[in-house]
Each structure stands twice: as C-alpha cells, then as structure tokens.
C-alpha cells in the first residue's frame, strides 16, 4: 500500500539535514536520534550478553536482559525506525481463515525518492550486521557446548531475522507497487493522448 509522506511522519528542516558545499551537496543523517536509536539497543544486547560473563553468575539475570535489550531493539526497527529511515512499515495478522498474512506499508514514490541515503544505509546494513553477530556468537557457544547460551542467541536471533525478512518482503512489494502505478499512470495518460487526438479529428 503506497501512502504519502504525512502518513509516517512530518520532517522538520534540521541543521543536521542536507548542506550544499562548494563542489556539490553533502548529504548528513536526517533522523540523528532514531538513528541513535536503531544502533543503541542493537549495541547494548550485544555488548550486555557478551561482557555480561564477566559480571553476573546468573543465566537468568544474562537471558532476562539481554532478551529485553533485543525485544526493545525489535520494537523500535519495526514501529519507530522502518519508518522514518526508509519509509517502511510491516505487521503480521491473522485473518478469519486462521492464516498467517503479511501486511506492507511505503511511502508514495516521491516520498521514498526524497528518503536520506545515510539513513537507509545505516538501517539496513545494521539490520544486517546484527543477525551476523548473533549468528557468529552463536557457532562460538555451539563451540563450547552451551546449551542454555544458545537459548539466548536463538530467541535474539529470531527476533532480528523476523525484522529481516519483514522489511525485505516490504521492500520488495513497494518496488512492485511503484511498478504497477507506473505503468498505470502511463497507461491513463496515453488512453487520455488517444481520446483527446480522436476528438481533435
């Protein structure tokens, strides 16, 4: 579903925004504090699950926290950063069938076209980059046989790819949307040449 800008959010100009050089335009992050946002809690499992060793001898105290930094990290990929970064937006419903159906939001063509580089760069390498370390933590603790570490990385794990493969799919059906209204605008645009040449005859 193509949705105008409004929709998401309304950008406010910012020192932080776009600043044209002498050679040509240097383009910053727009959104500095989800950006800030989308890393932190990324970051914070991370470092909190891999240090956490060091300070605490409960695993639960290491599943509780590390999984809460991660489910804080999913909520605002999904709800606050998908949207303002890259204009994105996915949910999943069931319907009355009992199915499974996924949900996919964008911005309207313009809008997505006006979206900040750095931002979008920023979000999807991270979105990437983030499973990858889990997965690497991961084979590590396979390694070393354990077990109830692995719980942590899978719950962690899942809920990062569940992101991945939310945001992909809605990528991949704005592009088939802006596609098809394409096609549609040039479509009633030369119905419209036709018939306005047919009546000048």
């Known amino acids: 579903m193509l949705l105008p800008s409004h929709f998401f959010c309304r950008r406010r100009p910012s020192p932080l925004g776009t600043t044209c050089a002498s050679k040509g335009t240097v383009e910053n992050y727009s959104n500095p ?34 999984v809460f930094l991660a489910a804080l990290d999913f909520w605002v990929v999904k709800n606050l950063s998908g949207r303002i970064l890259v204009g994105l937006r996915w949910w999943n419903e069931i319907n009355e069938q009992g199915e499974s159906v996924w949900k996919f939001e964008c911005l309207d063509q313009e809008s997505l076209a006006r979206m900040n580089k750095k931002d979008s760069w920023l979000f999807w390498w991270t979105l990437y980059l983030n499973a990858v370390a889990w997965i690497v933590l991961g084979i590590f603790s396979l390694i070393r046989f354990q077990a109830d570490y692995l719980l942590v990385i899978g719950v962690c794990l899942t809920l990062s790819i569940a992101n991945i493969v939310g945001f992909t799919r809605c990528r991949k059906d704005a592009k088939k949307q802006i596609q098809q209204f394409a096609s549609q605008t040039i479509a009633s645009q030369f119905t419209s040449t036709l018939q306005s040449a047919f009546s000048l005859v």
């Not at 950006?35 to 105290?61: D, E, G, M, Q």
Request: aromatic share 30%; glycine share 0%; net charge positive.
């Open 33 to 66: 504090k989800t950006c800030f946002f989308h890393v932190f809690f990324k970051a914070a499992a991370l470092t909190f699950y891999i240090l956490s060793a060091l300070f605490f001898s409960s695993f639960v105290i290491i599943f509780v926290v590390t």
